[in-house]
């Protein structure tokens, strides 16, 4: 916009409100946006050993659909490997799972980057070859990309929130909540107010999972911490 001052383009941020265009190129400019397929292998090990099976025992899949919430979702990955390893988890046990995908994040652009499911070479080289075959489609075009099959695609819907401002975005209710590699960036009553708000979300018995270089410093009623960085709603 042309300032040449960090106090001018303060002030036309402060003019442009939270919902002008320039607060939203701002953000877009700040936001970070490092993801890929099964990143932080060991909690999808655990979705898988133990995780999806405690809540379809408690109801969930099977009573309502099974909702996983991908908080700060960034391209779609974390989301996406999610619902993999849920639909894998399904065939496992031989029972259909009713399953449903949230990815929210506060960049507009990103979401329509996970929205549109084309991702390159470089960033599925998470996927196994049998993930390749089921979950992949080559571009037509001839290029090195790759698309998701609308099996997996149409299990996820993606919309903006910001975390520090949740009032009526994101779902009602959800069985995982996936706030990985987040709280980081924000100060310590910020995230206090961020992962309360998330677990008010959350149903009795769901879980959280954080990043493995994160902690929850703060006690969260409700919170029952049953594995590294896995986090159970007890109430």
Not at 85 to 113: A, F, K, W
Not at 159 to 183: E, F, K
Not at 192 to 204: F, G, H, M, S
């Amino acid at each position: 916009m042309g300032q040449t001052k960090f106090s001018s383009y303060c002030r036309l941020l402060e003019m442009s409100g939270m919902g002008g265009a320039e607060i939203r190129s701002f953000v877009e400019a700040l936001t970070t946006h490092t993801t890929s397929f099964f990143r932080e292998q060991p909690h999808f090990d655990w979705l898988g050993r133990t995780g999806w099976a405690d809540l379809i025992e408690r109801g969930a899949g099977r009573d309502w659909p099974l909702v996983v919430w991908s908080a700060a979702c960034s391209s779609g990955q974390e989301l996406y490997s999610a619902m993999i390893s849920l639909i894998e988890h399904s065939d496992e046990i031989g029972t259909p799972v009713r399953m449903e995908g949230l990815g929210t994040d506060i960049s507009t652009r990103i979401l329509q980057n996970a929205r549109t499911a084309v991702y390159p070479r470089a960033d599925v080289r998470g996927l196994d070859e049998a993930r390749h075959r089921r979950f992949l489609m080559r571009a037509k075009d001839g290029s090195d990309r790759f698309r998701l099959t609308p099996e997996l695609r149409n299990l996820c819907r993606w919309s903006y929130a910001n975390l520090t401002n949740l009032v009526s975005d994101g779902p009602p209710q959800a069985d995982v909540i996936m706030l990985r590699n987040v709280l980081i960036y924000f100060d310590p009553s910020t995230q206090v107010q961020v992962v309360d708000a998330l677990v008010r979300r959350l149903l009795p018995g769901g879980i959280l999972l954080t990043g493995h270089t994160e902690s929850l410093r703060s006690r969260h009623s409700g919170l029952l911490a049953i594995g590294s960085s896995i986090y159970r709603k007890e109430f």
